[in-house]
T-cell receptor, first 113, second 111 residues
Framework: DSGVTQTPKHLITATGQRVTLRCSPR?????VYWYQQSLDQGLQFLIQ???????AKGNILERFSAQQFPDLHSELNLSSLELGDSALYFC????????????FGPGTRLLVL | GESVGLHLPTLSVQEGDNSIINCAYS??????FIWYKQESGKGPQFIID?????DKRQGQRVTVLLNKTVKHLSLQIAATQPGDSAVYFC??????????FGAGTRLFVKA
């Protein structure tokens, strides 16, 4: 158990809908990262937050947004969902800002029908 | 759980043998490298890391080798066990904030 929690574990929704994925980092970790993992594209970095502020952006679509709250938990919002958004979404956390060892949560499996 | 990366390179080894998983990284400026293990239905799990000022680092049953000349990273697993069966990812950090993950290699351990 990495200490990172993610909810929900599974999510099934329809195209055009909006969903929110939630992540709680390990105790003491200030950075939260979001990744998308699909069968054909591997693990893709989406975005990083550090102590409530956005610090790095990867291949995140404009339809996706994230935030980190004062208690350091984070939410990833996915809107106008498309079939291709079906994937595993992982949250990871680390102590500091510069992406040293990241600890991954169990992931949320999203299926868009 | 659902298989990740159905078309990943695959390494099949006999239980008890040593495994070597290779990774070519892309950026000469990368200063930090990590190996992760991902079991079916789970998130990636940190195995071992190495900084660019080193060429070898050992952990428990695992060794990472770094060859900066040819931008190559390898993970050696000694006395491979069935529990080592997983997808292994290398990751590089080309300075700054972003970490780039490789495509992964699937390791099968035959009993």
């Amino acid at each position: 158990d990495s200490g990172v929690t993610q909810t929900p574990k599974h999510l099934i929704t329809a195209t055009g809908q909006r969903v929110t994925l939630r992540c709680s980092p390990r105790s003491g970790d200030l950075s939260v990262y979001w990744y998308q993992q699909s069968l054909d594209q591997g693990l893709q970095f989406l975005i990083q937050y550090y102590n409530g502020e956005e610090r790095a952006k990867g291949n995140i679509l404009e339809r996706f947004s994230a935030q980190q709250f004062p208690d350091l938990h984070s939410e990833l919002n996915l809107s106008s969902l498309e079939l291709g958004d079906s994937a595993l979404y992982f949250c990871a956390s680390s102590v500091g800002l510069f992406q040293e060892t990241q600890y991954f949560g169990p992931g949320t499996r999203l299926l868009v029908l | 759980g659902e298989s990740v990366g159905l078309h990943l390179p695959t390494l099949s080894v006999q239980e008890g043998d040593n495994s070597i998983i290779n990774c070519a990284y892309s950026n000469s400026a990368s200063d930090y490298f990590i190996w992760y293990k991902q079991e079916s239905g789970k998130g990636p799990q940190f195995i071992i890391d190495i900084r660019s000022n080193m060429d070898k680092r050992q952990g428990q049953r695992v060794t990472v080798l770094l060859n900066k000349t040819v931008k190559h990273l390898s993970l050696q697993i000694a006395a491979t066990q069935p529990g080592d069966s997983a997808v292994y990812f290398c990751a590089e950090r080309p300075g700054g904030f972003k970490t780039i993950f490789g495509a992964g290699t699937r390791l099968f351990v035959k009993a």
